[in-house]
Nanobody
Framework: QVQLVESGGGLVQAGGSLRLSCAASGRTFNSYAMGWFRQAPGKEREFVARISRSGGRTNYADSVKGRFTISRDNAKNTAYLQMNSLKPEDTAVYYC???????????????WGQGTQVTVSS
């Protein structure tokens, strides 16, 4: 069992930056690939970024590529999402998730955090 708690969301102006954190409980954090997803009002949850168990592989949605960076610190049981050059269309609830499979599909993720709101004003 893995419990995930996100933090770091908030209100920021367009062009600004935020860093999201995802703290995981348990001793098996490095057994899981980690992903970030987001869901805007009235829209489906979408993939944002993923990172492999070791951190050696990462992938991003085209909409965030070059602006967002996913990372992890297995010693601290924490994953991060650094978000730069934020745009109003990045406004959403952001979720971190853990999976035994390195996947972009939300359905492949076994554990989810409660989400943190990110609002980007124009």
């Amino acid at each position: 069992q893995v419990q995930l708690v996100e933090s770091g969301g908030g209100l920021v102006q367009a062009g600004g930056s935020l860093r999201l954190s995802c703290a995981a409980s348990g001793r098996t954090f490095n057994s899981y690939a980690m992903g970030w997803f987001r869901q805007a009002p009235g829209k489906e949850r979408e993939f944002v970024a993923r990172i492999s168990r070791s951190g050696g592989r990462t992938n991003y949605a085209d909409s965030v590529k070059g602006r967002f960076t996913i990372s992890r610190d297995n010693a601290k049981n924490t994953a991060y999402l650094q978000m730069n050059s934020l745009k109003p269309e990045d406004t959403a609830v952001y979720y971190c998730a853990a999976s035994l499979i390195f996947s972009v599909l939300a359905g492949r993720y076994d554990y989810w955090g409660q989400g943190t709101q990110v609002t980007v004003s124009s």
